[in-house]
């Protein structure tokens, strides 16, 4: 099935032919800094730039070629592309600047829903604060006009719905200020547009957007730095109506997300193929754990389903105590195994036929897909040279770049960048610290570093039934967040003994396989003059201080952005804030994906208190919190979460008038505080005791690093219901299908009954747990057995059943997963298994081994506020 030629030492072949050193093997540029904007060809200007600019990057020099104006329209969504747009709410607009600018300025005030938001609520007395429903995100102050052309808060959130007028405002309400943002989430409907005119501010860059003012036809005023700007000619002509004259009706400016088709002056290299490359552990460990059976199936499944064109590329490397690589050029008539052991001065044995093009060679690669599982089988290597193989794959994959995809089961142990194992169970608990937090080599952070400058991200599966140094590994915090790649992890994998970690590996493959991706990405954020970015939070590489560079970009992470007030915002009544994304699609074209949020900017602490938004504010701090953990220490970290609940509410009290002195006393939009923070520091990234390995603390903190605000929140805050007295009461009906509402319950003990069932959403897992005297119709109609006691102890999925409460409890549980791209371990608990200590661990409101329960935390913060 394959041929195999082992090449013992590097000197044996002259096939390598790239530098060792990082740039000098590729063709790209390393001028990032002037990305997206500054002296890029995408900040293009149609007009010439102006004498004594700001202190910006000088526009870039090219001209668009001339072509006439054209909107894409694409006939219905690919996976491979941006969906086309919908409608381009033409009734949000009105012509010229006398009735936007009455639109930015008059807010339309909601008097009852802010009264409602400032309602003082006595905590202590107050227990069920939780919302029976899940609570629709804030939404901003604004006019019905400026609110219909808005962005979505599934893409686009802040802290502070109301934004403060000057930073003392903002440290009197003891608040965070940043944004969250989901830049290249899945859409339905996007509106893709192609022109050889992308109108920007000549000032500050930025897009034209909803929230410009055209002071008359041929002007238009920036709503960021309040520069005049000329309409371009191109500009005036409307595609929609296919009328001239009216340039407040493109688009661009009714529509807050847009995506641009750019030309091939924006970028710095002709555009990149698709390029994947498969690294597989085959040590004897991996072997066992059956994950190459699960993988090989996954890809040969979804082969015809990568994003790509005729270009896209392929390629695999394996390691164990060697690393081995595999012709797949067209013509062979198999594949052929070249193996490198010379793992201290690692080669490329050949250039020319180890990424190949899958079109061309699809049968050698079908075939060794077939034959890569039973290759290893009877293997004894026990070493793993990771560190050699990946460098081996930045040889082979930086004159391209691409994604690399790294399946890994056991610590490296040979070569450069071997780890030792460091973590001793006796350490865990203690309170103070948490130590090994850090990497125990900068081997591959500095391998991280030469990834990124040549466009290489690193995607991480970590399949472990042991100890794995994930801190020192720096695949986690090096590899794949500079690479803005993705890690995942699963604890105990093995494809018989750990069916649900199996059953999610499957199905995490396929979405991972699937998904649309972006290549050799660069992503700028702007904002109002005034404001300033301070911090990012995320999996990239900072090139320059507000310009991030993303290797890969997919629709599954998310950014967290820290901001300030530099300047008084008194002289306007918006704030606006725009992240502009550019990219290579695997299709091979430059597009810049655009967001815009607008708020409204108020004088008055109460109006900033009504404001919050406290799902932001908690992914926000936990963000913080994990920088904090790292740099300083974990003790440091849970200390700034609770001050942060004591000092906004002090500063809540000290400014609030009739607050009861005795009490508790928060803001109605901030009753949730305390419970999220709480929640925060049971987290395994941040929490004590000794039930948390380092490997579950340090992916814990990844995913708080990168995941988007809806799984944050999820993990933070899990979602429970009961689930075995469903009625079609309030339910929802979803295409001509009833999906019944049962109510949030509290995350207490509680709240559970023996007579119950009860689902728990974690996002990343669901549990059932079942009570000992639930009802055996619903053991009989929706578990598909007899009686409580013959519920199987590792039960994966719930059947599908002709009976009523199945299909109403399938049918719930399939809503619950329609927001959410990678499919949850699912498991069915009973209530006397092992097993449901994990399930009981996420009843945040419970005392823990070493936490408060919320009450007694809610004392604690009693406590310290009268100190």
């Known amino acids: 099935m394959y041929s195999k030629i082992v090449f013992p030492f590097s000197f044996l072949s002259g096939g390598d032919s790239s530098s060792t050193t990082t740039g000098s093997a590729s063709p790209v540029p390393h001028s990032y800094e002037s990305l997206e904007g500054g002296s890029y060809s995408a900040d293009l200007a149609t007009a010439p730039p102006v004498a004594g600019p700001p202190k910006q990057a000088p526009p870039f020099g090219y001209n668009y ?3 006439p104006p054209g909107y894409q329209q694409s006939p219905a969504p690919r996976p491979d592309s941006s969906p086309s747009h919908g409608g381009y709410n033409p009734a949000g607009f009105q012509p010229y600047s006398q009735v936007q600018v009455q639109a930015l300025g008059g807010l339309s005030g909601v008097p009852e829903l802010e009264m409602e938001n400032l309602r003082p609520v006595n905590l202590l007395q107050e227990r069920n604060i939780l919302s029976p429903k899940r ?10 006009d400026l609110r219909k052309v808005n962005c979505s808060p599934d893409t686009f959130r802040c802290t502070l719905t109301n934004i403060p007028q000057t930073q003392a405002l903002l440290n009197k309400a003891r608040l965070p200020l940043g944004l969250m943002l989901h830049p290249f989430r899945d859409l339905t409907q996007l509106p893709v547009i192609t022109s050889n005119t992308i109108v920007r501010c000549r000032s500050c860059r930025t897009y034209i957007n909803p929230f410009v003012s055209f002071l008359d036809q041929r002007r238009w005023k920036c709503n960021l730095c309040y520069r005049v700007n000329d309409v371009p000619d191109e500009f005036m002509y409307n595609p929609v109506t296919r009328s001239y004259g009216e340039p407040h009706k493109r688009p661009e400016v009714q529509n807050s997300t847009v995506e641009f088709i750019a030309s091939s002056d924006y970028m710095l290299r002709p ?5 994947y490359l498969f690294v597989l552990d085959v040590s004897h460990n991996a072997v066992e754990s059956g994950y ?4 090989c199936q996954s890809l040969l499944d979804n082969l015809d389903k990568l994003p790509g064109d005729t270009r896209t590329r392929i390629g695999f490397v394996t390691f164990d105590s060697t690393v081995h690589f595999y012709n797949l050029q067209e013509g062979l008539s198999q594949p052929q195994m070249l193996v490198v052991s010379d793992i201290d001065d690692i080669f490329i044995p050949t250039h020319d036929s180890l990424l190949v093009n899958l079109k061309e060679s699809k049968e050698l690669v079908q075939d060794l897909l077939g034959a890569l599982p039973g290759m290893f089988t009877h293997t004894r290597e026990t070493h793993s040279a990771l560190g050699a193989a990946l460098q081996a794959v930045y040889k082979l994959m930086s004159p391209t770049g691409g994604r690399v995809s790294v399946f890994q089961t056991q610590l490296p142990s040979l070569g450069p960048g071997l780890l030792q194992s460091r973590e001793d169970p006796n350490l865990r608990s203690g309170t103070k610290n948490v130590q090994h937090l850090g990497p125990a080599t900068d081997f591959y952070k500095k391998l991280a570093l030469d ?3 040549q466009q290489i991200g690193v995607d991480l599966f970590l399949l472990s039934s042991q100890y794995s140094d994930l801190a ?7 590899m794949s967040k500079y690479s803005a790649g993705s890690v995942f992890y699963y604890p105990s994998f093995h494809h018989l003994h750990n069916t649900a970690q199996r059953l999610k590996f499957q199905k995490d493959l396929q979405r991972y396989l699937t998904r649309k991706i972006g290549f050799e990405a660069v992503m700028r954020i702007r904002c109002t003059k005034g404001l300033s970015i301070h911090t990012f939070h995320g999996n990239f590489f900072v090139r320059s201080t507000d310009l991030l560079s993303l290797a890969n970009v997919n629709p599954d992470s998310g950014f967290a952005v820290q901001m300030s007030i530099e300047e008084s915002l008194a002289d306007t009544s918006l704030a606006c804030f725009q992240a502009a994304l550019l990219y290579t699609s695997s299709k091979g074209k430059r597009r810049i994906r655009v967001h815009t949020l607008c708020l409204p900017v108020v004088s008055q602490l109460n109006e900033v208190f009504a404001g919050a938004d406290i799902q932001a504010i908690t992914c926000l701090l936990a963000n913080m919190a994990i920088d904090r953990s790292v740099s300083s220490s ?23 008038s009739n607050l009861q002195p005795s009490g508790l006393v928060a803001p109605s939009a901030l009753r949730l505080f305390p419970l999220y923070v709480l929640a925060l520091l049971k987290q395994k990234a941040l929490r004590t005791g000794t039930s948390t390995r380092l490997d579950e603390r340090v992916f814990s903190m990844c995913e708080f690093k990168s995941q988007p605000l809806h799984q944050i929140m999820k993990m933070v805050h899990p979602d429970l219901y009961r689930i075995d007295n469903m009625t079609e009461q309030g339910a929802l009906n979803v295409n001509d299908n009833l999906v019944p509402q049962p109510a949030l319950l509290q995350l207490s003990a509680e709240k559970l009954s023996r007579e119950g069932a009860f689902l728990m959403d974690c996002g990343s897992v669901i549990y059932i747990w079942v009570g000992k005297c639930c009802d055996e119709t619903f053991i009989r109609d929706v578990l598909g057995f007899p009686s409580y006691a013959s519920i199987p102890a590792s039960m994966t999925e719930v059947p599908e059943l002709q009976t009523l409460y199945s299909e109403r409890t399938r049918s719930f549980i399939s809503w619950l997963l329609e927001s ?27 005392r823990t081994e070493s936490a408060f329960s919320y009450y007694e935390f809610l004392l604690h913060v009693q406590q310290q506020m009268s100190k």
Do not use: I, W
């Open 65 to 67: 070629p001339t072509m």
């Open 135 to 144: 609570s629709p995100p804030p939404e901003p102050k604004l006019s019905s």
């Open 271 to 275: 555009p990149q193929p698709a390029v």
């Open 292 to 295: 190459l059976n699960v993988f």
């Open 451 to 453: 990834c990124s400058g």
């Open 472 to 478: 020192s590994l720096e695949l986690l915090c090096s």
């Open 634 to 656: 974990l003790s440091d970290a849970r200390d700034a979460l609770v001050n942060a609940v004591v000092d906004c509410l002090s500063a809540y009290r000290a400014n609030g």
């Open 820 to 846: 959410r791209t990678f499919s949850p371990a699912f498991h069915v608990l009973k209530d006397e298994t092992a097993a449901k200590a994990s399930f009981f661990q996420q009843l945040v409101e419970d």
